[in-house]
């Protein structure tokens, strides 16, 4: 029934659940566990997964297991985007010298199969496999926010994100059977073909079914009104957690929003017009406002990447035009910017605690000078001044809703940057001019880490030499070429 | 009743899945105390969501909408898990009591602050 061809082009998932399965058994059967072997394992399954991706890299015309997934070029580069980010945090958060009970061996397993949940996300071509990938990320993730079991904080946060998420997955389930109901299948392809003209109730239906799936996603990616369990969450998540929640996560939803657009609602698009405006505007605003009065550095980046979806979603309006791939650019750009961020506060540290409020950064100037620059200029750009990346990202956003007539919402954009510019700004401020209340920061810094903000940083600062370029490679990997 | 059998259609189906799934989300709305009665009613939604699978594919006679209905079930119960396990953590770390509305150590810094001071 199945071809060996399925297997092959699977084999990047299949690799990385059975090193999840792997370390799971190894943690059962070992007693002496290190923490930097569950750790040296899981890095290990995701790279070779990697090396897989791109020995079997095949063209599009190859859709395994009957239509199940897609294999076309931008499914490819998406797995290797959740496959590359996973592994760069898991790095990241790897620090055997602190002294702080943290569950190691269940967190690289959890992240593992939250990867697999994701990959199969991106290259599902048919909703109850995406919805299965969907739950299983979702369930790793819920488990990873409330890993330090001993915190009521963290317990807390899990709980709340577990409710909230129960209902975004139900939203999505409801909206799912109407489509079965309606076209007899769940694959993209057939969702496509129905359209809003088949009678009175059916057209109704199939409205109300495209509003609860894309609400769902909406969810996954902190897009306003349905942000509300991010600030919660992220506050009382470990880092590392939250550095794998507001990066590989949230773009897995976008990708997975952008692939819904352009294939099976494609024929949708007209209605969903307002809705997607709403979206936006609603994210921006809420994001930028409400992200002004916030001490806690997470919180911060919760309402910070409420008001980048914002921005993002803006190009969603301009479906005719080039928006979708604009809006996949900006997601490119945010996620570099933002593990440079999380690279930097994964490492620092006052008394061998992880810094939690922003006024624990005065001072980071005189301590950890090019650290501060990394920063000033990651902050830079996303605000979106020139000449760093962030800049070229709003660029692209703001073009292509200006090109299909949306010029209203560009202006309450670029009015939203100076609020949010306000609270990106504050955190500069805090770096260089306050001076610290106890002790200095924690002096060495992981050399992975640094060179994960250097790499960054050179990516946000160089970005200006070859926007084209960039934008370009964009374009040829765009799934639209297939239908 | 023979012209009651004729006439069960697949809208009556859809009508009472539609009215469990909305009971379900409801409950979930309004029910502000206890956890447990929170993920019942998510269970209940889920089912309703079952029965629509279900429904649409005896009426179609296609296996997949029972294929589908299987699926969700076992992610049901995983998910069941994971919510009973988060619940016995909670319950752990509060003082015997583990309602909606004491889950409020998380807020926003202006909002702590007014907290405090009242």
Redesign the interface.
């Known amino acids: 029934m199945f071809q060996q061809a399925d297997y092959i082009a699977l084999l990047p998932e299949i690799i990385v659940a059975s090193g999840a399965l792997f370390l799971l058994l190894k943690g059962v059967f070992a007693r002496t566990e290190t923490p930097t072997s569950s750790h040296m394992h899981a890095v290990l399954a995701l790279l070779g997964a990697q090396a897989a991706l791109i020995f079997t890299w095949q063209d599009a015309s190859v859709a395994p297991f009957q239509a199940l997934f897609v294999n076309d070029s931008f499914a490819q580069v998406c797995r290797s985007l959740v496959l590359v980010g996973t592994a760069i945090i898991l790095v990241l958060a790897h620090h055997p010298e602190r002294r702080v009970k943290s569950y190691d061996m269940e967190f690289n397993v959890l992240m593992l199969l939250a990867a697999l949940g994701m990959m199969i996300m991106v290259s599902a071509a048919n909703f ?1 496999v995406l ?2 990938g969907m ?1 299983l990320q979702a ?1 790793c993730l ?2 990873l926010v ?1 890993i330090r ?5 963290c ?6 994100f ?2 909230l998420g ?2 975004a ?2 939203l999505f ?2 909206g799912i ?2 489509f ?2 309606l076209s ?3 694959s993209y392809d057939v969702v496509a073909a129905l359209t809003s003209d088949g009678g009175q109730h059916a057209g109704v239906a199939l409205r109300v079914a495209t509003l609860l799936v894309l609400s769902a996603l909406a969810f996954k990616m902190t897009a306003a009104p349905f942000h509300v369990w991010a ?2 969450v992220y ?2 998540s470990s880092m590392r957690v939250l550095a794998f929640i507001a990066t590989v996560s949230k773009v897995v939803g976008v990708i997975v929003f952008l692939r819904l657009l352009e294939i099976p609602l494609r024929s949708q698009l007209a209605h969903l017009e307002t809705f997607l405006f709403a979206l936006a505007a609603l994210s921006m605003t809420v994001g930028s406002l ?1 992200g002004l ?4 550095i997470k ?1 911060l980046l919760a309402y910070s990447g409420i008001s980048q979806m914002g921005f993002a979603l803006i190009a969603t309006v301009a479906w005719r035009g080039y928006g979708f791939e604009a809006v996949f650019v900006y997601m490119l750009i945010y996620f570099i910017t933002m593990l440079g961020v999380f690279a930097l506060l994964l490492s620092l540290a006052r008394k061998q605690r992880q810094i939690s409020l922003i006024s624990d950064l005065a001072g980071l100037s005189t301590s950890h000078g090019g650290y501060a620059l990394a920063l000033a200029i990651f902050m830079f750009s996303l605000i979106g001044l020139p000449p760093f990346a962030g800049f070229f990202a709003k660029l692209y956003v703001f073009f292509a809703a200006i090109e299909q007539g949306h010029v209203l919402l560009v202006v309450w954009a670029a009015l939203m940057t100076v609020v949010a510019a306000g609270y990106y700004l504050r955190i500069i401020k805090v770096m260089y001019m306050d001076t610290p209340q106890e002790g200095a920061l924690d002096g060495r810094i992981h050399i992975d880490n640094r060179l994960i903000v250097f790499l960054t940083a050179l990516f946000t600062v160089l970005f200006v030499l070859a926007p084209r370029r960039f934008w370009d490679v964009v374009l040829s990997l765009w799934p639209s070429a297939l239908n | 009743m023979s012209a009651w059998q004729h006439t069960l259609g697949v809208d009556h189906y859809f009508i009472v899945s539609t009215v469990l799934f909305v009971i379900g989300l409801w409950g979930m709305m309004i029910n502000r105390r206890q956890i447990i009665f929170m993920m019942l009613c998510m269970e209940l939604s889920m089912l309703a969501v079952i029965l629509n699978f279900a429904a649409f594919a005896h009426f179609k006679s296609d296996l997949f909408g029972h294929v589908a209905g299987l699926f969700i079930l076992t992610v049901a119960a995983a998910e069941a898990a994971i919510g009973l396990a988060l619940i016995v953590a909670l319950f752990r770390l509060s003082d015997g009591n583990i309602r909606v509305e004491d889950m409020n150590t998380l807020k926003d810094s202006d909002k702590r602050e007014e907290h405090k001071t009242s």
């Open positions: 109850l919805y299965l739950e369930l819920y488990v409330a079991r001993a915190r009521l904080r317990v807390e946060a899990g709980m709340k577990f409710m129960g209902i997955s139900l389930l409801y059977s109407v079965y109901g007899g299948s769940l600030p919660d506050q009382g409400a009065r916030q001490t806690d919180r």
